[in-house]
């Protein structure tokens, strides 16, 4: 089945979730900034919402009107031969055939479906008996809203790391991927290891008694990870920077530029571009120790881009990546968010909660990195 034609039908199985709050979320960035040419006008972006049943398909039999339930940014079925190993990014039912993707997604453009997304007062989820996740009641929105993504994301994250006990990981990236990647790390005892260039996200994640290294400040990064760790580099390292890498602002820059460009001039400036965009992902090469594991949850989109293959081969490296398969995760992680003490810090994790109608000034502070900004809530 293609995306098209699983959106524009209306399934027995379908409910309409009223949502109350919607994160607004790094991805949201790269349609904003760089996928702009496969937005389509009224597109509905979103995909990390929470909100409460508001009616349900004649076919729903594990849902009630008024229950809480969180939305899996993946849309997947649940039943299918990847679902059932725990693939749901891969869901063999939504899968976007004509453009070779994988799941759909809420709030994707045609890449992935063109699904209404949840930065909107309702939304049309699909599969009810299997996909949406109930929650309790009670404890705020913050609690249960990252389930949609951030916590599955940093929590696959983690277990594709694979880090050995007691042993150690970077993380690339402290946005909310790497942050919690680095609470969830903590939590099970291993020594963590924080990079970033940005001073407020180093802060944050040195709450949670994680080591830091400064980006900005640090000719090389690996190198000093190397001095922390007896001259190894860390067993696992997680990135969590993706296209978004610092000498990204070149590589925009570049893009823009170079459609004025001749072509052989064009062709260089986006060789240039593309091995400033991977700064970060040849740095968490050279920092995993030989032998060790790398985990990519960063999102990468070049077709082309170099990668060094000597020195992934010669230091064996294990490489693990992908989109989070959210529904596979969320039954492990909610007994974490209901526990006294919230452990994973998610109450006071939104650096900003604002109405949806001010959609366009969230989008737009959350981009520059204004104010402080790590995480975003829209609340209709
Ligand atoms: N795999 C998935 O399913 C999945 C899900 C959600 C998000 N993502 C992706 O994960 C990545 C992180 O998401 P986020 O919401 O935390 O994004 P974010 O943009 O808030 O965080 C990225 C962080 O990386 C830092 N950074 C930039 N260049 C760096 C460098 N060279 N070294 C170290 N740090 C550097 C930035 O300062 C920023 O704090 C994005 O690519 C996002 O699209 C993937
Ligand atoms: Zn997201
Ligand atoms: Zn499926």
């Given at each position: 089945?293609?995306?098209?034609?699983?959106?524009?039908?209306?399934?027995?199985?379908?409910?309409?979730?009223?949502?109350?709050?919607?994160?607004?979320?790094?991805?949201?960035?790269?349609?904003?900034?760089?996928l702009g040419p496969f937005?389509?006008?009224?597109?509905?972006?979103?995909?990390?919402?929470?909100?409460?049943?508001?009616?349900?398909?004649?076919?729903?039999?594990?849902?009630?009107?008024?229950?809480?339930?969180?939305?899996?940014?993946?849309?997947?079925?649940?039943?299918?031969?990847?679902?059932?190993?725990?693939?749901?990014?891969?869901?063999?039912?939504?899968?976007?055939?004509?453009?070779?993707?994988?799941?759909?997604?809420?709030?994707?453009?045609?890449?992935?479906?063109?699904?209404?997304?949840?930065?909107?007062?309702?939304?049309?989820?699909?599969f009810g008996n299997t996909?949406?996740?109930?929650?309790?009641?009670?404890?705020?929105?913050?609690?249960?809203?990252?389930?949609?993504?951030?916590?599955?994301?940093?929590?696959?994250?983690?277990?594709?790391?694979?880090?050995?006990?007691?042993?150690?990981?970077?993380?690339?990236?402290?946005?909310?991927?790497?942050?919690?990647?680095?609470?969830?790390?903590?939590?099970?005892?291993?020594?963590?290891?924080?990079?970033?260039?940005?001073?407020?996200?180093?802060?944050?994640?040195?709450?949670?008694?994680?080591?830091?290294?400064?980006?900005?400040?640090?000719?090389?990064?690996?190198?000093?990870?190397?001095?922390?760790?007896?001259?190894?580099?860390?067993?696992?390292?997680?990135?969590?920077v993706g296209m978004e890498?610092?000498?990204?602002?070149?590589?925009?820059?570049?893009?823009?530029?170079?459609?004025?460009?001749?072509?052989?001039?064009?062709?260089?400036?986006?060789?240039?571009?593309?091995?400033?965009?991977?700064?970060?992902?040849?740095?968490?090469?050279?920092?995993?120790?030989?032998?060790?594991?790398?985990?990519?949850?960063?999102?990468?989109?070049?077709?082309?881009?170099?990668?060094?293959?000597?020195?992934?081969?010669?230091?064996?490296?294990?490489?693990?990546?992908?989109?989070?398969?959210?529904?596979?995760?969320?039954?492990?992680?909610?007994?974490?968010?209901?526990?006294?003490?919230?452990?994973?810090?998610?109450?006071?994790?939104?650096?900003?909660?604002?109405?949806?109608?001010?959609?366009?000034?969230?989008?737009?502070?959350?981009?520059?990195?204004?104010?402080?900004?790590?995480?975003?809530?829209?609340?209709?």
């Amino acid at each position: 089945m293609g995306g098209a034609t699983f959106v524009s039908s209306q399934e027995p199985t379908d409910v309409i979730v009223k949502v109350t709050s919607s994160g607004i979320c790094g991805s949201d960035l790269h349609l904003y900034e760089l996928l702009g040419p496969f937005l389509g006008k009224g597109d509905i972006l979103g995909h990390e919402p929470l909100g409460v049943v508001e009616e349900l398909g004649p076919d729903v039999r594990e849902l009630e009107v008024g229950d809480r339930v969180v939305v899996p940014f993946n849309v997947s079925c649940g039943t299918c031969f990847m679902c059932e190993q725990g693939l749901h990014s891969q869901c063999e039912t939504t899968q976007v055939r004509e453009h070779g993707s994988g799941a759909a997604l809420f709030g994707y453009t045609k890449l992935y479906g063109e699904v209404p997304g949840g930065q909107a007062e309702y939304l049309r989820v699909p599969f009810g008996n299997t996909l949406p996740v109930k929650v309790p009641e009670g404890p705020p929105d913050d609690r249960f809203v990252y389930l949609s993504d951030v916590l599955p994301t940093a929590w696959q994250a983690v277990e594709y790391a694979a880090i050995p006990e007691g042993g150690s990981v970077a993380v690339f990236g402290l946005g909310p991927i790497g942050q919690m990647s680095c609470r969830i790390a903590k939590r099970r005892g291993a020594r963590v290891i924080g990079v970033d260039l940005v001073s407020e996200r180093l802060a944050l994640a040195g709450k949670y008694d994680v080591e830091l290294i400064d980006a900005e400040e640090t000719e090389d990064v690996p190198e000093a990870i190397r001095e922390l760790t007896g001259g190894r580099g860390t067993d696992s390292v997680i990135e969590a920077v993706g296209m978004e890498a610092h000498g990204d602002q070149i590589g925009k820059a570049a893009h823009g530029a170079a459609a004025l460009l001749p072509d052989s001039v064009a062709q260089k400036v986006f060789e240039k571009a593309g091995i400033d965009r991977l700064r970060a992902l040849y740095d968490a090469i050279a920092t995993v120790r030989r032998g060790g594991t790398l985990s990519i949850s960063g999102v990468y989109g070049g077709a082309l881009d170099p990668l060094p293959m000597m020195d992934l081969f010669d230091k064996q490296i294990q490489i693990r990546m992908g989109q989070a398969n959210v529904r596979r995760w969320t039954d492990d992680i909610l007994p974490l968010l209901t526990e006294d003490g919230d452990p994973l810090g998610t109450e006071d994790f939104a650096t900003h909660k604002l109405p949806l109608e001010q959609a366009p000034e969230a989008y737009e502070m959350f981009q520059k990195k204004e104010n402080g900004a790590i995480k975003v809530l829209l609340q209709p």
